[in-house]
């Protein structure tokens, strides 16, 4: 018997959604932040801090700040469509705007000072490169 | 026995098949276990008592892991730094994780049992409790009883006018449709007309404008329905299915005093075998056994070693997959791969049982269109006065995200701010609240694995299976996601997995 993301949401209180509501019980919903600065605010720094230092405890939350896996665009733009390891995608939830707007942001602040800005149309293009999961 | 009686009982139901038969010899085998959760402890209980050598290495200062609850005088201290002194009254508490136990987890529950730890009934359904919308009926809340004998109301009055416009001619037959009509009756409150409205059918479902009483002042006064398409448009109807769930059927149940009871009750059993405070930094095997590196985070120190025959590591893929570990290409794809979800909780103390008191609320829970998502009264201590803890938020998805983002104290004014919509009274009663944003929990970062049907398909036999002399268990190596029956019947189907090669040599 399959039981899929149903149990998780029932789990969890959300038997009051239905369908494909339950899939988007952990990490899939929209989100109405648009700058690079509310999204950082609104979602990122829950785990990479609001100074983008991150965190460490039995595990660790990478640092943002000062980040030289930052220095190629694309890979920022990966990490945050498709997610890594213990971080959910947000390729389902962000828009390719949200997306190039919130890497932008981390590539130019939190002494990070990386001067070519990705695009929408880039982050369209990466997103439609990539394997469905 | 008891064990005995139980595995009869069990016979054939559910997962759980009975206490596991871990007969034979064992020979001095060893086993190193890696947190002391529920699916640790359940572990190295049985395994103890089938003669291993049992040892468990758990990073935190106390037993339990996600079976947790928060009390006045406790202090936690969040990723980021953030340090909460919680300051409820003696008695009150937060369940940050799971809170309640369907009556057919029958893995947890027979631990209950076995450990004597008490339980007492958790209240899903209210029909007295809130159904809300910011968006319809002008933000006032409504009694989940009214939107839910109006919603099947109307579908009945509807199903039952097309039945007698002979619209359902093909699907059923005349015979059966006069069946149909008398069920569609009873079951929506139908008048003789087969109608929806006000009158004695409809407010004995929804209740009454004023109720029946005794002498002279005895009429009842039904009460008006809502309106058909306000009810529809409303959306309120999402919510009013909340408790027809295989696991929010009634009967579910809590532990009396807080879910960590049940935590605390299989640390005092396995005291002897626990180490707190051990960081594990490498996990190792070879042909001969395991070796796990770990630092005590108390003491420091250099790095320690601690080896066995075997291991059941139960850490959750988002903190294992940061350790060095030997095992597999396939198990550590499998590790690497799931993801785990945020989830935010908020408990608020207030300064008087409001909800009992003002508004009949004894229990059970109210659902909201905001980001709090819903309210949930405490299912004991009634009618004695004094102060009361409400779950103030349960947050999922990008409220989740949102809400996890803020600092604790935000966290708490945000709730406040949501409830206000629907308790008027939350501003002025409030006293104090603590919250836990899974995200930041040092020793998960996340709430539960975020399984998807097509990463179950291509990864979880892989996570599941014995690979050399380490198994994983706990909730993410199960079908029940996120229960904490999950970390159970995960550590069960491990154990006996593992002796069965022990056995075999």
Redesign the interface.
Known sequence: MKRPALAAGLALGLIALSGPAFAQAFGVGSYSEQTGEALYQGVCQGCHMPNAKGAVGAGAYPALAENRKLTAKVYPVLVVLRGQKAMPEFGSSFTDAQVANVVNYVRSNFGNHYTDAVTPDEVKTLRASLLPR | MYEAMSSLAYAGESGYTGPPNLSGDVKGASVLILGSGLAGMTSAYELRKAGYKVKILE?QDRPGGRNWSLYGGDTYTE???FTQNVAFDKGLYLNPGPWRIPYHHYGILHYCKLLKVPLEPFIQSNYNAYVHSTKAFGGKPQRFRHVQADYQGYVAELLAKSTRQNALDQSVTKEDQEILLESLRGWGALDKNYEYRLGEASSERRGYESDPGGGLTSAPTPSQPLGMQDLLRSRLW??I????????QQSLFQPVGGMGMIGKAFGAELKDLIQYNS??TDIRQDAKGVTVTYHDTKTGGAPRQASADWCICT?P???L???PITVGAPMKAAI?A??????VKVGLQFKRRFWEEDENIYGG?T?TDQPN??IAYPNSGYFGGGKGVILGA?A????A??L??LSPKDRVAKSLEYGANVHPQYMSEFDTGASV?W??????????G???????AEHYDDLCALDGRIVLAGEHAS?????QEGAVLSALDAIRRLHQRVLAG
């Not at chain 2, 299915?241 to 929010?248: D, F, L, M, V």
């Not at chain 2, 999922?396 to 409220?399: A, I, N, Y």
């Not at chain 2, 079908?479 to 229960?483: G, K």
């Open positions: 990073y990723l980021g730094g999402r919510s299915g909340a408790g027809n769930g295989y696991e929010t960081k594990v850490i893929a988002s903190v997959s940061q350790i690497d799931l993801s785990y979800g945020a989830s829970i659902y998502s819903i349960y999922f998805g990008s409220s995200y949102e996890s983002s944003a995200h930041r929990v040092p020793w998960t970062l996340g709430c539960a975020s399984w998807t049907e097509a990463l179950r079908r029940i996601p996120a229960w």
